[in-house]
């Protein structure tokens, strides 16, 4: 996922003092969170207190009721916070519970291009469960995603960490569901990428989804060609990787284009993403994303989760 726009720190307090931090991340009460369901959008939101602020609004002027919250990186050790704003884990608990109030839903994605990955800082896996216990605790949290690239990606004492890690928290949290946001290119996905997923199911992690970044291929290529040969690659590796039919695969996938200008010289038109709409509905893929609502998304009127929330 491109490096998110950054904001000064705001969590200097929690910083300088650990018994405030923990006071913060001290659980609160949350609204019941619904399954999510079999096909739907959940577009990324980067969060800080703005764009958290906005949600609602969001939600009522798109018809989007689930959003990809990130990122949630390490500040240092086995803490948490929201990069963008610097803000800890407990912060925004009154804008997602009124998102599920009005019958939505939030995944809360850690890692991101460029971050600090918790697995990579926090390096004992008693304590990286606990860390990840206490976003669920707190944000009474069903789908955690993991955004794992560049340098996180190539780590494998953090992968090793973070499997052992997220097998402990699902057989402590049945219900708590884990999903991959992963790089792609027009073939597929990257050894690399397929060696992660392949060790955290050898670990006993549960995974419900992988979310494929089709997204920055290249100068000059086409974005929806090269999204749809992706996905249609990555279909086959994921039925290799979990077994199950060519539809069970499908109904494992993500979809997430940058909406808009990519980071290099392609650009995902409005057209692009109503096209791929239409092939992510066809092949039953369970779930469209993009980067990201406020920032692209927004000053088109929402035209993007509009086009998706009709899957």
Aim: with cysteine; charged share 15%.
């Amino acid at each position: 996922m491109p490096a998110p726009h950054r904001r000064p720190l705001l969590a200097l307090g929690a910083a300088l003092c650990p018994a405030l931090a923990l006071l913060v991340a001290a659980p609160t009460a949350h609204a019941a969170a619904a399954p999510f369901p079999a096909q739907y959008a959940a577009p990324y939101l980067q969060v800080d207190d703005n764009t958290v602020k906005d949600m609602a609004a969001d939600q009522q002027a798109s018809g989007v009721n689930h959003y990809t919250l990130a990122f949630l990186t390490s500040q240092s050790g086995c803490t948490l916070n929201w990069e963008d704003g610097g803000d800890p884990v407990g912060a925004h608990t009154t804008e997602i519970n009124a998102l599920r109030a009005s019958g939505g839903d939030v995944a809360i994605s850690f890692g991101g291009a460029g971050s600090e990955e918790l697995a990579q800082t926090c390096t004992s896996v008693s304590d990286l469960t606990a860390a990840y216990q206490n976003v669920v605790d707190t944000y009474g949290a069903t789908r955690l995603d993991f955004d794992i690239e560049g340098g996180a990606l190539g780590d494998s004492a953090a992968n090793q960490r973070r499997d052992q890690a997220l097998a402990a928290l699902q057989q402590q949290n049945p219900d708590v569901q884990i999903s991959w946001t992963v790089a792609v290119g027009p073939d597929g996905l990257p050894s690399d990428v397929t060696g992660m997923l392949s060790g955290a199911q050898s670990a006993g992690v549960k995974t419900t989804l992988v979310n494929i970044m089709t997204m920055d291929f290249g100068d000059g290529e086409n974005a929806l060609d090269d999204a749809e040969s992706g996905a249609n690659a990555a279909v086959g590796q994921l039925g290799s990787l979990y077994g199950g039919s060519t539809a069970d695969n499908w109904a494992r996938m993500g979809l997430t284009p940058i909406a808009g200008q990519n980071d290099d010289d392609e650009n995902f038109s409005q057209s692009d993403a109503a096209t791929l709409e239409a092939f992510a509905a066809d092949k039953g893929v369970q779930e469209l994303s993009f980067w990201e609502v406020d920032q692209y998304d927004k000053p088109t009127g929402y035209a993007y989760s509009k086009i998706f929330n009709k899957i």
